[in-house]
């Protein structure tokens, strides 16, 4: 929907109050730290597709004989050939001329509607790609709990990251849209009941909500990398055994946080040749860490690695591991994650469609030509790591 002189009219001012007041979480802890540096971002894609090649098996030919007996059969490293297609994600914005014109200058307005609006888009796009990081890829937001017919309103396991005002179809997996291009008219995050515009629809539990139009095209995030089955960038763990990360998890039931289960799966990737540089959590599992670090320790003290980036340490006898929190992180969930192992492809940064040189297009269609303006952003991407093994991820712990 385009922004019109009346949704502007908090901007538009009587009396200069100075700069508008942020009221959003702009944090994007894990996709900063992810492209912390150029080593872990590459703009080296040919085609559609990345395709490198990863070791996944020893030579066999090796073994110790007798004198005079036959020596083993010669034998060759084993390699796969990753292929990791693009993402194309977008993000656009449209104003009328007049509330262009009526917020162009510092006397009219508390900020001008047009650097306004862009700015918020590009912190828009970044933040929802921090949420994607830690997906699937299916593009899914939120997941249903509740069984019903005839309704409007669903409960979600976790509803955080849903806003109201988001236009969202409700989709029974792998691929049936329950309810299209609904938008979101009410979120109760205590309860997490969530609240569609529109006709009613049939719920089901395990049912996920996702942006209109995003399903399946979102980028390969943690939940798909991080687990001990599924094929990953044309890669099947069946033929490949070690195409598989370590996971523990408990069937959906809450369990304590523990140091001894962080350091046993520490020790699980460390026996598979791998080393973790960063454990991604949720608030409340930095809560929770906090907490049993203060039952064991006198001080807890929260340090500052490399990059900037704060968090409290996992000591190990290979060094110390930032444990960071990410508001965006899943609930119950540690990720023990090998940057280096990580590459962000893409090729080229968030950028305007102007290929015809314009940035700014004219609103038009069947009726006619509109005094509104729209303009959109795009970044061609995806999520790749040539190692597989080198993550693992802990499920179903309890936060405080």
Request: charged share 20%.
């Amino acid at each position: 929907m385009a922004a019109t002189l009346a949704s502007i009219t908090p901007y538009l001012k009587e009396v200069y109050q100075g700069r508008i007041r942020e009221q959003l979480n702009t944090e994007t802890v894990t996709l900063k730290r992810i492209m912390r540096s150029s080593a872990g971002v590459t703009t080296e894609i040919g085609g559609k597709y990345v395709t490198f090649p990863v070791h996944t098996r020893r030579n066999s030919g090796i073994g110790s004989r007798q004198e005079m007996a036959p020596l083993p059969t010669p034998g060759q490293q084993g390699y796969a050939a990753a292929r990791v297609g693009l993402k194309y994600a977008y993000g656009g914005i449209q104003l009328t001329g007049q509330a262009i014109a009526l917020s162009d200058t510092d006397t009219k307005a508390f900020a001008k509607v047009l650097d306004q609006e862009i700015d918020g888009l590009k912190n828009d796009l970044l933040k929802d790609m921090n949420r994607q990081i830690y997906g699937d890829g299916s593009g899914a937001i939120a997941t249903t709990t509740t069984v019903a017919a005839g309704t409007n309103t669903f409960t979600a396991v976790d509803a955080r990251l849903l806003q109201i005002g988001e236009v969202v179809d409700l989709v029974t997996l792998p691929s049936t849209v329950v309810a299209a291009a609904r938008t979101i008219t009410a979120i109760n995050l205590s309860t997490g009941a969530v609240t569609l515009s529109g006709a009613t629809f049939t719920t089901a539990s395990g049912q996920i909500l996702v942006r209109n139009g995003s399903l399946g095209n979102e980028i390969t995030g943690f939940n798909a990398i991080v687990a001990a089955s599924g094929t990953l960038y044309n890669i099947d763990p069946t033929v490949e055994p070690e195409w598989t990360a370590e996971v523990d998890s408990n069937g959906g039931v809450g369990r304590a946080l523990t140091e001894g289960r962080m350091i046993t799966m520490a020790d699980r990737i460390r026996v598979r040749g791998g080393s973790t540089s960063v454990i991604f959590q949720s608030l409340g599992l930095r809560r929770a860490y906090f907490n049993l670090l203060s039952q064991q320790r006198s001080v807890v003290n929260s340090q500052e690695f490399t990059g900037g980036f704060t968090g409290l340490a996992f000591t190990t006898d290979k060094g110390e591991i930032p444990v960071v929190a990410d508001p965006d992180a899943p609930l119950g969930t540690q990720w023990f994650i090998n940057e280096d192992a990580l590459t962000f492809y893409r090729d080229e940064e968030w950028h305007w469609l102007d290929r015809d040189g314009a940035m700014w297009k004219q609103v038009r269609d069947s009726s006619g030509d509109y005094d509104a303006w729209y303009a959109r952003m795009a970044e061609y991407h995806e999520l790749g790591t040539e190692r597989r093994n080198t993550h693992g991820v802990i499920r179903d712990l309890t936060e405080a």
